[in-house]
């Protein structure tokens, strides 16, 4: 009669080992990348030696956006934003503001111009976080980043799902 019981306590030790994992603490549920030149600029591409990348993670968790976005050789920087919805060849609102500083970027820029974590970027305009979502993940929003030269948008890529 003992056996059953041993095999079974033993059964039982083995699965509650076996589901035990080290996953500790929040992950990242949804990785986007938009690549940020002058070339893809709407409505006319712009001749530009500014570049960039704008990164975001959704960290469902807590359901909050984190960003960071990385420019090179860029002059007076004073918005930089997600818009949409618009695909590559289209312009679009502004969703949800990424840069708005007290006074623009200096000249020949090169580095972090933003980054973030969920309540610094405020609520997107007129949609919620998770419409905000569904945008990204369709390639259907675009991050612009807004120059005293090009108050337009000097640099511009589209969001893309990684």
Do not use: W
Not at 24 to 45: D, K, W, Y
Not at 130 to 145: E, I, K, Q, T
């Amino acid at each position: 009669m003992r056996r059953p019981m041993f095999a079974g306590l033993t059964l039982g030790v083995v699965v509650a080992l076996g589901s035990c994992t080290d996953n500790v603490g929040i992950t990242v549920s949804e990785h986007f990348v938009a690549t940020l030149s002058g070339a893809n600029s709407r409505p006319t591409p712009i001749t530009s030696s500014a570049t960039g990348t704008a990164d975001f993670k959704y960290i469902a968790d807590i359901g909050t956006l984190v960003y960071r976005i990385d420019v090179a050789s860029i002059d007076s920087v004073f918005l930089a934003h997600i818009h949409g919805p618009a695909d590559t060849g289209a312009t679009a609102g502004v969703v949800l503001n990424l840069f708005v500083p007290a006074a623009p970027k200096g000249l020949g820029f090169t580095g972090t111009l933003a980054q973030g974590v969920g309540g610094d970027l405020g609520a997107p305009v007129g949609m919620t976080m998770d419409s905000l979502l569904v945008l990204m993940r369709n390639g259907h929003a675009y991050v612009n980043v807004h120059t005293r030269a090009h108050p337009g948008g000097e640099i511009r890529g589209q969001v893309v799902k990684q």
